[in-house]
C-alpha cells in the first residue's frame, strides 16, 4: 500500500534535513559533509561561490541526483530510497526555479501558468484554471502580461512569470537557483522582495542559493555559509556580517 507523503513529517517543524551528505563525480568530490535543516516557513539562503556545491545540494533533495553517502530527508522521507510514484507525489509539493525562469518560448504567458495546471494537477474546469493564473498573476505583479510571449518580457519578468508557474502549484517548499543572476541590481532588489512576499503571503519554506549578498540581505532568516562542499559557517545576516572567519567576511566587503 503506498504511503501518502502529506500526511507525514509535519509535526516537528522540520521539512527538510540533511545528513552527513556526500557526492562526487568521477574524481571530482563536490559534497563532501554537507548537514542542514530547514524550518517550516522559514527562508534559508545558502551563500557560497561557484563551484562549490550548492546547485548538488538542491538536485540531491528534489532526487534530480542521489548522493553517495549521508542522508535527505523531506517531509521525514528518504528521498533517495523513494519509489517513482512517491517521489513524483513528493516533488508537486516542491517548487524549483532554476536561474533560467524556463518558459516555454513557444507558448504566452497564460499558456505557460495553464500548463502545469493541466499536466500536473490534471485541472478541466477553465474557470478554475482562469481563476488561478490571474491570481497568480496579480501575485508577482504583472497581470498586464498575460497574453505576452516570453520574448516580449525583460530579464526580470520572465523571471517572475517563471516564479509565479511554480507557485501556481502552490508548492510547500521552493528551491531558488541563483534566483539573481545576470539581473541589474534594481531587478535584483525586485525579486529578492518577491521572494519576501512569497514566504508571507503563501507561507512557503525556502532554500535560496546564492552568491548575491544583497539577495542574502533582503530574503534570508538564517544564512549558510558553503565551501569546498562542506557549510562553514551559519547564523543570522547580521551575526555573520560581523564574524571573524576570511570567507565569510570576503561576501560582506
Known amino acids: 500500500m503506498a504511503?501518502?507523503?502529506k500526511d507525514k513529517g509535519q509535526n516537528n517543524g522540520t521539512v527538510i534535513k540533511i545528513d552527513h551528505l556526500a557526492k562526487s563525480f568521477g574524481g571530482n568530490v563536490v559534497l563532501r559533509d554537507v548537514n542542514m535543516e530547514l524550518k517550516?516557513?522559514?527562508n534559508l539562503v545558502v551563500l557560497g561561490k561557484s563551484g562549490t556545491g550548492k546547485s548538488v545540494t538542491i538536485k540531491c533533495i528534489v532526487g534530480l541526483l542521489t548522493q553517495d553517502k549521508g542522508e535527505v530527508n523531506v517531509f521525514n522521507e528518504d528521498v533517495a530510497t523513494l519509489p517513482e510514484d512517491q517521489l513524483k507525489a513528493l516533488r508537486v509539493r516542491i517548487g524549483f526555479l532554476f536561474q533560467s525562469g524556463a518558459l516555454y518560448d513557444s507558448m504566452t504567458v497564460r499558456e505557460n501558468l495553464e500548463f502545469p495546471l493541466r499536466r500536473v494537477l490534471k485541472l478541466s474546469d477553465e474557470n478554475d484554471i482562469t481563476k488561478r493564473v490571474t491570481e497568480i498573476l496579480?501575485?508577482?505583479g504583472l497581470p498586464d502580461a498575460i497574453d505576452k510571449?516570453?520574448?516580449?518580457l525583460s530579464g526580470g519578468m520572465r523571471k517572475r512569470i517563471?516564479?509565479?508557474?511554480?507557485?501556481?502549484?502552490?508548492p510547500e517548499i521552493m528551491l531558488y537557483d541563483e534566483p539573481t543572476t545576470g539581473l541589474d541590481p534594481i531587478t535584483s532588489k525586485e525579486i529578492s522582495e518577491l521572494i519576501l512576499s512569497m514566504k508571507q503571503n503563501y507561507h512557503v519554506s525556502s532554500i535560496i542559493i546564492t552568491h548575491d549578498i544583497a539577495c542574502a540581505?533582503?530574503?534570508a532568516d538564517r544564512i549558510l555559509v558553503m565551501d569546498k562542499g562542506a557549510i562553514v559557517a551559519e547564523g543570522t545576516f547580521d551575526e555573520l556580517e560581523h564574524s571573524s572567519n576570511d570567507l565569510v567576511n570576503s561576501f560582506f566587503k
Do not use: F, Q, W
Open 3 to 5: 504511503i501518502d507523503i
Open 40 to 42: 517550516k516557513g522559514e
Open 138 to 140: 496579480n501575485g508577482v
Open 149 to 152: 510571449m516570453p520574448s516580449e
Open 162 to 170: 517563471g516564479l509565479a508557474r511554480t507557485m501556481i502549484l502552490k
Open 217 to 219: 540581505k533582503i530574503t
